[in-house]
């Protein structure tokens, strides 16, 4: 049986902290693994990371105690499912704006009759055990991305699609959307407000509310207005300020 | 004609700071080579880069305004010349203990009639103009790395081997190798005067002295100790420090 | 000119015995090609298997007498013209549900004015020769996959599809679709009938009837309902079975 | 701020000279970048180019004054927006047949709330700088391929979308489409009045007209025809032809 | 601290079942960990896998009950400590013909100062925990394989070679070096003595036997022979027996 | 049995015309060794292509009518002995210098008792049938490399070398050697002597004589000078020259 410890945690309201993975490559994903997230996800959508980079990169962080997540580059359901037959546990899908986007959606990660996903465990049966598909339909985590102004329009309906997990808000997006900069911590209060409203929404409806952040700082603050799946910056961004405060050190 | 900022810098006294990679991503690389150090070596010694890995990251660090470096697996000259060919415009080579090594490394890395180097400079003429071979002998960087309980009695015959420019110590191997426990940043007193006998006699020797560090703290102490080129830890290092601050900022 | 040995064979009513690929190894598809299959499958759907990864071996099997085809990830004319252009001499298109997908899907494997492929036949001329696009129309095999109830709704739409070639059944996804567990022998009457049924009425439309099997036992049982294209297992699972086996030899 | 230096050429009506790359490797793309091209383009409709080689490729030809371009395999926002991400200053897009598929792809090129391409410029804030995404929407240059009988049809309402900046012909498709065999010279009258309304209409609209030619021969006539992007062969025709020459010199 | 299970398995004396992988591909070395196995070999040597897919490869099976080991290529030490950095817990090395040979590969599997092993155990901390180099030279194996006559002639000097763990004959080698066709089960009474020398004389000198077979059969026997390492075949040859049985019983 | 035809050609004194490879990429090598050449080298020494590349490549180049060749990086057995059991019929070896060097090539391509090559064909049996072990010694054919000062004054010694079957002249490490500029077509008295001398002592040793050119021309005349085996330059070379040559035409 799939043991999928982050839907234990959302579901008791528990705080998870996600690792975001923008290279391609195994060893550096395993790294990030061994530091002590609850979840890692491979970005698909910005991250440079090709098929085969993605399944190597799954199997590596399969050692370590972290959830596996895919965030897909779109809502295509050939690629969802191949990123499930993968062993992620969970898809992170962009762009979610309609009840019918999010649907479609829903409908990949699960198989028939409740969703149309296409049996073929490959890479499961050897990681989760023989009983895989007994259990994924209950054990994989949707998220749906909240990050255009029509999304904010259909909001309820989006939220109210049965098999829906969670959200995934995109600030950078929603910022653009909404006619301000690209910002993970917008300073306008549209931005601001929207943010407000979709935590409050998606907790109305039970479906854990996550956030991308730019920092362990902005997390935090997140986690206080009541998000519960949190990122606090990608691995490209870590290693390169790590890299410039040593320079700097060095330079004095 | 090569440009070679590194080797005007290291002539003039100048400090170096090098990045030092793990991960065999050309993505990664790039991103490392962005952030403003002055060289960027490809560890191909204790990091997990292949051959098709390494080139791609000499391409991807090729747009920024770093030197290309390599530290080789051994003093293996069929690999040398590679990485040459491949674009490096330096090499360190690992656990030089005696002066016929450092012969036979630093002749890899010259063509005739100075070396033994085979021609053949695929990437280079692309990279560097069709002039290169005019240059290459004398714009290609050769580093010893100075490592062993026998380099450090055979210091002085290394060092005044024709044709080598700098050392790299290993501060990690050379502590293992006086039987103390491996650290970058040893307080073992037979450590700590063997790193300073080092540094010092290479600069007696006119040979540029550098040397690994696990931090900018501990290699802008190198500098005072006469270093000039230090390496300020290594991406992955630099990446998972990062991701364990975020973590533990988040958790609070 | 394309010689399709396996399109002769299913005219004249043989029977091809086909290989399926789920590693994105070229060396294990060549040895696979090795074996005295019919026609090799690289599977794009749940295989995990990369662009870079199928072109690969694609090559590799081109060396031995056996016919490439792809199953690709789904009706994506894109991708279906990036793996003819790679050199297969088949297509097999997952959950054609609607006679309208079974033209898109055919359209994508047929230049104009049969079709919509667009012109670029990058691996075909060196592979085929000069004259590949003449007969490219006439000898690359569409093979529709039947394994959803809408699909059994639509079989005779489907089937009368000019250019589709063949049937594929996906007996696992046509289980599930019909509300039974997952399997390529499956027991249920409901089950068996749809099986039955789709090759008496794809032999009554002259389509060459194929099918996803278990074993070379269900395979060759399958033959006798009718069948004439059947895949006896996949490399994984037949690896994994014969390892199994010698463990067991060995320990007793 | 991003350089695009063929937007400035085609601005001013001067000819821009582009290479075309099959392969998906990118020393061969370095090799390419050298000779002197204007524009680099990966085909990844024809060509064999998978995600992680075509980053590598975007990489190698960084260090080499050339523009990056992409001919995606087809009109599918996700990866368009991701070869940007890569790093591409310009998409061509295959198969525009009608104002509605040009607008999308338009669409796909551009941040809002121009367009509706999503945030996340992994590699372009390394590559051309940390105010990528204030120059992006006008810097990156739009080619739409017309191909197709219903281009032609639609081409005045094609041609005067916003945001377009380019067409690019495929004489093969397009010779197709007519009913005439594929060629990228076709002496078919049909064809011949085809590309030369084109690049009338273009030029009427203020759209810079590009078309694929089989040779440098062809590229100079259709330059005289008033053309302006011209493709002069790709690298494996290219490498093939030279191959042959040599082997008819030494064969006599 | 690191387990090595077959470790403690040897040493008293019961079986260990190893698989052995030819194919460079993570997925099939998954699949292979995953069917039980008490260890998983890359052969290095014989099998086609590159630096890079070793590396995936021995990430892939880490999430699995197994011990990882390597065959290296050749005695090389370079290549002998980038396997162990990546996190092979054993190396077997082939044609090891002399003491002197035998103590160099022993040198190159343990930090001083008991051997030479640089230090940088890159993939090791993040996948054994922090303390790894405290156990490392007690946990990693050493298998010298003994194949040719020299080794032969050399057995008691290479057996009693201070850290030697374990021997692996190769059966093909050794029956070629004795002047009698290749076999992993020889009939020529030459080889098989020699066979039984091995054995016989490793069980003297506490070093545990290992050796290749063709099949569980085989392993079955050379158990009996008093051999407690024993490789039922490669998964090349597994794969591909399976693959012909299944089509023979298609084809009847 | 193994079909070699270069083998037969430079037994009865026929020219072979050969294509030397520096890309990494199987779909290049593939094109290349569709226009006709004789036999195609994989260049591993001054070629960027890695372990997993050569592979592909010469799984690629085997359904052309060509002879597969290596050139190895340098005299390393475990290297060639790889290539070998990948499917190459013919090695390469840089840098032959004296007796000893060219008996321990020569030892690493002969199966015991000839010579020291280890047994396991893992690629050769798939593509040369079960009884490749029977033919490979007769098969494979062996160049060494003249191309240092020593190897000219050890000639004679190199030439009788049982086993060995033709020399390669690298005609710019030759001229480096002799203290001249590199050059494939040196105008250097002492380098034209040298570059005869070879010839005629090949041709009296019954040791087919090989070289490198710079282009089809010089080809031609090394033939009339006696030279069988033949390189009329790279694939860069070719692909470049063919570049500027189509943008000079476009240009004007």
């Not at 073929?120 to 994989?140: E, L, V």
Request: net charge negative.
């Amino acid at each position: 049986m799939i043991k999928n410890p982050i839907q234990e945690k959302l579901e008791s309201g528990e705080v998870v902290v996600n690792a975001w993975l923008w290279f391609g490559d195994s060893f550096a994903a395993e790294i990030m693994a061994a530091q002590g997230f609850d979840s890692v996800t491979l970005d698909l959508q910005h991250g440079l990371i090709g098929l085969h980079e993605a399944v190597t990169m799954l199997q590596a962080i399969s050692s370590q105690p972290v959830v596996p997540l895919v965030r897909v580059q779109s809502n295509d359901s050939g690629w969802i499912m191949k990123m499930l037959d993968a062993g992620a546990l969970g898809i992170i899908c962009p762009m979610i704006s309609t009840r019918e986007e999010c649907e479609r959606f829903v409908a990949a990660c699960r198989y028939p009759p409740v969703g149309i996903r296409s049996f073929g465990p490959s890479r499961c049966n050897a990681r989760y055990g023989a009983d895989y598909a007994d259990f994924a339909n209950d054990s994989i985590l949707t998220f749906a991305m909240i990050e255009t102004r029509q999304a904010l329009e259909n909001l309820e309906d989006i939220l109210s699609v049965p098999g829906l997990d969670a959200v995934y808000v995109g600030p950078n997006d929603l910022a653009l959307a909404l006619g301000y900069p690209p910002s993970q911590d917008s300073i306008e209060p549209e931005v601001i407000e929207a943010i407000d409203r979709i935590v409050t929404t998606a907790i109305r409806y039970k479906i854990s509310p996550g956030i991308a952040c730019p920092s362990g700082e902005v997390a935090r603050r997140r986690i206080k207005e009541g998000y519960r799946f949190v990122t606090p910056g990608n691995q490209a961004g870590m290693m390169a300020a790590a890299a410039r405060t040593a320079i700097e050190c060095v330079r004095g």
